[in-house]
């Protein structure tokens, strides 16, 4: 059977788990040896570390002694929020450094500035929440000295709380100050908005929607004087036609009287044949002259005449004229004619003579001066002209007064009908007014409403019945220190030995390039023999003989100084 190439043997290359075993127990001294130094070098390593000691003490958030929903406060912020705000104002430089520096726990600090004092203190500090419990804030101190960090922490705490206090106070006095300003801007403006609408008040006083009916009622009244008043003018205006009716009449009745007398006269001087004196119109002698008698119609013609160049046609002094006239023309034409100066028949042969013409004249005048007296009667004179003429004119002047007062009462009316119409436009801006009105009261009345409430936080803060933190048990000063954990890094640092002392052996025996076993070789390879570890006389002296007669007994020691060293070095770990 042939063996394989030398290719072949070359593809076994992969590192078995028994080849490194090989190799770890073929430089097990050197390992050995190598883990003892490192493990010495660990111990001596974390013994001389410095020890870190830690102190810490709890701050307890203290809830609200009364109900919020009788007293609310005005402190809103999370615990987190003001743990966060007072952390940072703890850790200023302007307040640690102080703080810190009274309690006289570093001689130096003095020679230090608040900046550097402050830089030196701050690494140690820490200021948290609790994981497991929000209403526990942890406050603790770590430094080398065990004596300090008590005390640090127990000041530390003591100025959280005071600040907390301090804090809620300014929230408290801060929200009431704000309050305060904004209530008496708030009245102020209710003040301006007050006096503005009891300003458009007086402005516009009559014409305001509550006036309505006040207006609609003089509205009313000056229609009721404007109609009165219209009511007069016509009456008067009657007055006035009535008036000059009687006027008239009284001045036909005049022309009739002057007329009747005329006739009185006529007849005494046609009885008589002698001139006759009488009293005309307006107290004046007429003188009647006796004349030749004259038709009835001629005079009534003249008369009218007269009447219709002075009155017009539709006078009712022309009309009654002019049926006096109509009248004597149709006598005349039924009377018999009379002949003047005509010779006188015969007794015998002709009937009795014919009443002579003053005969006549006197009867005519007689019958027209009782007609005119019956007309004057039928007239119904009321008073004389003069006393007609002033009635007149004082009725004129009345109803001159009443039109003169026409343009007085219209005025009335427009301007009450002008804020009648201007009553949507007040409505509308004096709602306006009244809404900002409103509006600023009822913020007025808000913002009191939050003053109030703003004392109370205030009182509540004050007697401490609000939120706040306690420090129920002071820190103490640390038995043990936080670190280094010396079994901890002691163990580390032994298995970190002997893992790096095994890395050195397996190199060392890796780099001799020798197969450990038939594990090595590939499988096409065959064994045929195995041939026993062959032993030098002579070469069994020296220092590790024993160990090459019993590989037990080598292990067994090695064993035991291992446990050894471990034990005492756990001892001492525990001691430091």
């Known amino acids: 059977m042939s063996l394989p190439a030398k290719s072949d043997l070359s593809m076994q290359n992969e590192l ?34 410095p020890a870190v000691w830690a102190a810490e003490t709890v701050i307890l958030v203290d809830p609200q002694r009364i109900p919020a929903s009788f007293v609310a406060s005005t402190v809103n912020s999370t615990i987190a929020d003001r743990v966060v705000f007072i952390r940072e104002q703890i850790l200023a430089s302007s307040r640690l450094a102080p703080a810190i520096r009274d309690l006289d726990l570093f001689p130096d600090s003095r020679k230090l500035t608040a900046e550097e004092f402050s830089a030196r203190i701050r690494p140690g500090v820490s ?24 005390p640090i922490a127990n000041k530390l705490a003591a100025i959280f709380v005071d600040e907390n206090v301090k804090n809620r106070n300014e929230v408290a006095n801060g929200t009431l100050d704000f309050t305060e300003t904004e209530l008496e801007e708030a009245r102020q403006q209710l003040d ?73 006269a006529t007849i005494a001087t046609a009885s008589t044949g002698k001139q006759v004196v009488q009293q005309g119109p307006n107290g004046t002698q007429v003188t009647v002259v006796p004349a030749t008698p004259q038709k009835q119609s001629d005079i009534f013609a003249r008369d009218l005449a007269d009447l219709r160049l002075k ?17 004597a023309l149709a006598t005349e034409r039924d009377a018999p004619p009379v002949v003047a100066n005509a010779p006188a028949p015969s007794t015998a042969s002709t009937p009795a003579p014919a009443p002579p013409p003053t005969a006549n004249v006197v009867a005519q005048s007689a019958a027209e001066l009782a007609r005119l007296k019956q007309e004057q009667a039928l007239g119904h004179r009321v008073g004389n002209i003069e006393n007609i003429r002033t009635d007149i004119e004082n009725v004129k002047k009345h109803i001159q007064n009443l039109n003169d007062d026409q343009p007085a009462i219209q005025k009335q009316i427009d301007y009450y009908n002008a ?34 409430s703003a004392e109370m936080s205030k009182d509540l803060e004050f007697r401490q019945k609000a939120e706040s933190f306690k420090n129920p048990e002071p820190a103490q000063v640390p038995s043990k220190p936080v670190s280094p954990d010396r079994p901890l890094m002691a163990t580390m640092g032994s298995v970190l030995g002997f893992l790096i002392s095994a890395a050195l052996g397996v190199l060392l025996e890796f780099r001799r390039g020798q197969i450990l076993g ?58 430091i």
Not at 203 to 208: D, P, T, V
Not at 237 to 249: A, E, K, V
Not at 436 to 446: C, I, K
């Open 192 to 264: 301006e908005l007050a006096a503005a609408e009891t300003k458009y008040k007086l402005e516009h006083n009559g014409e305001l929607p509550s006036q309505q009916a006040q207006i609609g009622a003089n509205l009313g009244r000056w229609q009721t004087e404007l109609n009165t008043n219209r009511d007069m003018i016509n009456r008067e205006t009657q007055t006035l036609q009535t008036l000059n009716t009687r006027l008239d009449q009284a001045i036909s009745d005049e022309e009739f009287q002057s007329r009747a007398d005329a006739l009185v």
């Open 16 to 49: 078995a788990f028994l080849s490194i075993v090989r190799m770890v127990w073929k430089r097990k001294y050197a390992i050995l040896l190598f883990w003892v130094i490192s493990v010495g070098i660990t111990v001596a390593y974390v013994k001389r570390l």
């Open 518 to 575: 038939e594990w090595e070789l590939p499988k096409a390879v065959v064994v045929l023999a195995h041939l026993p570890a062959i032993r030098i006389e002579g070469g069994n002296s020296g220092p590790m003989s024993f160990f090459r007669r019993s590989k037990a007994a080598a292990i067994a020691g090695v064993g035991s100084l291992l446990l050894m060293i471990s034990a005492l070095g756990f001892y001492f770990l525990g001691r």
């Open 419 to 452: 804020k009648l119409q201007a009553l949507p436009i007040r409505d509308q801006e004096l709602a306006r007014l009244t809404r900002d009105q409103a509006t600023a009261n009822g913020h007025y009345n808000s913002l009191m409403g939050k003053k109030l």
């Open 311 to 327: 009155y017009g046609e539709d006078h009712a002094a022309v009309k009654r004229a002019k049926a006096l006239y109509e009248k």
């Open 127 to 150: 200021i948290a929440i609790d994981k497991a419990n929000a209403n526990l804030i942890r406050i603790g101190y770590k430094a080398g000295d065990r004596n300090i960090v008590a």
